[in-house]
């Protein structure tokens, strides 16, 4: 397809272009060496092949810089792509694992206070156990409140329950 003699879109099947290997690159057209360049440029077994197409045709040794020129750059960004999702990955290691320390020691906190509460319920039920066996004894509730450590007004409260 013509562009009016400025440019041309020439389509190429580079698979096909294993025809033109048996060729020397002096015998090979422009279009037979951009499509050996092409599809063997990153065929190692090729190499000296390529070179040699380098040395003879200058457009496609530019274009071969440009090449490596964008591969470094590609090269660059799959390294800042790899760094930056290492940075996320380990930043969201932090907060998965703040999240766990908080959890845990909002469960901690909840067992403690649980533990607490148990501990006061009991001490609550041993000091009612304690003013009802001294009243059974015939103590009065002064005596009982000396007996006990505590406030006369602590002792009528066992009392009543």
């Known amino acids: ?71 470094e750059d590609e090269i660059l960004r799959a390294r800042y792509e790899y760094t930056l999702k290492n940075e996320l990955d380990w930043q969201s290691g932090i907060v998965s694992a703040k999240r766990a320390g908080y959890k845990q020691a909002a469960m901690e906190y909840d067992g403690k206070i649980q533990e607490k509460d148990g501990i006061i319920q009991a001490l609550e039920q041993e000091r009612w156990q304690s003013v009802q066996r001294l009243r059974a004894l015939g103590l009065s509730d002064e005596q009982i409140a000396a007996a006990l450590n505590l406030p006369p007004e602590e002792v009528s409260e066992y009392l009543k329950k």
């Not at 294993?18 to 077994?45: H, N, S």
């Not at 000296?48 to 810089?65: C, G, V």
């Open 1 to 71: 397809m013509s562009f009016e003699g400025l440019t041309a879109i020439i389509d190429v099947e580079l698979l096909k272009a294993e025809q033109f290997l048996a060729k020397p690159v002096p015998e090979m057209t422009t279009i037979e060496r951009w499509a050996v360049f092409f599809r063997y440029v990153q065929d190692p077994t090729c190499r000296e092949l390529i070179n040699e197409i380098l040395n003879s045709e200058e457009a496609i040794s530019m274009a071969a810089e440009e090449l490596l020129t964008v591969s």
